[in-house]
Nanobody, 124 residues
Framework: QVQLVQSGGGLVQAGGSLRLSCLVSGRTYTSDFMGWFRQAPGKEREFVAGISWSGDPAYYADSVKGRFTVSKDGAKNTVLLQMNSLKADDTDAYYC?????????????????WGQGTQVTVSS
């Protein structure tokens, strides 16, 4: 059973940085692609960034390109999301997720496993 445990997040001023971490246990071929999503109350989950354990390039939403960086540490089974130059619009609950593969990485429905979520609040 694949389990995702998130850490990080919190409150930061606009222009600041935060780092989110996602520890993956029970990793198998069913969790080859890792994505980060965010969701505001009453809205659908929005793709933020994604990366494959097998080495494909990382993918980013246009809204975070140049500010966010997704990375992986295979030895630690951890995926990181470094968020720089944060804006008030980045305020959301953030989720890491695992999918079998990344063909439709931007669609939340392809992800089988989800972390518990962590709140990111950016004050302006």
């Amino acid at each position: 059973q694949v389990q995702l445990v998130q850490s990080g997040g919190g409150l930061v001023q606009a222009g600041g940085s935060l780092r989110l971490s996602c520890l993956v246990s029970g990793r198998t071929y069913t969790s080859d692609f890792m994505g980060w999503f965010r969701q505001a109350p009453g809205k659908e989950r929005e793709f933020v960034a994604g990366i494959s354990w097998s080495g494909d390039p990382a993918y980013y939403a246009d809204s975070v390109k140049g500010r966010f960086t997704v990375s992986k540490d295979g030895a630690k089974n951890t995926v990181l999301l470094q968020m720089n130059s944060l804006k008030a619009d980045d305020t959301d609950a953030y989720y890491c997720a695992a999918a079998r593969e990344g063909r439709f990485y931007y669609r939340s429905w392809v992800y089988e496993y989800w972390g518990q979520g962590t709140q990111v609040t950016v004050s302006s």
